[in-house]
Nanobody, 129 residues
């Protein structure tokens, strides 16, 4: 059974930084999977923040470009999200997601929820002004 466990969420002041991690278990390895970070606030749809395709291609939401960096360590089955220059609009529950190994996810769909098969439980990020 595949499990994704996020960590690293916290409450920070605007301008601060956080690093989120997601450890995958139950996988033979995440090398063949596309993985992404999504966030959600109450009353709004879940939105894609950043994703890395199984071929290494990366995409970011416009709202986080230049501030967030996604990375994947296949040897450690870990996905990370370095978040800098945080602002209150970054507040939300952050979820890690992974596709089935080998699934071909079109680049334009990397930030769309239906592209992913597995989800973590989320980690809360709160940014105060």
């Amino acid at each position: 059974q595949v499990q994704l466990v996020e960590s690293g969420g916290d409450s920070v002041q605007a301008g601060g930084s956080l690093r989120l991690s997601c450890v995958a278990s139950g996988y033979l390895g995440i090398t063949g999977s596309s993985m992404g970070w999504f966030r959600q606030v109450p009353g709004k749809e879940r939105e894609g923040v950043a994703a890395i395709r199984n071929d290494g291609r990366i995409v970011y939401a416009d709202s986080v470009k230049g501030r967030f960096t996604i990375s994947k360590d296949n040897a450690k089955n870990t996905l990370s999200l370095q978040m800098n220059s945080l602002n209150p609009d970054d507040t939300g529950m952050y979820y890690c997601a992974a596709s089935l190994a080998g699934r071909v996810v079109p680049y334009l769909n990397l930030l769309r929820s239906p592209s992913y098969n597995y989800w973590g439980q989320g980690t809360q990020v709160t940014v105060s002004s």
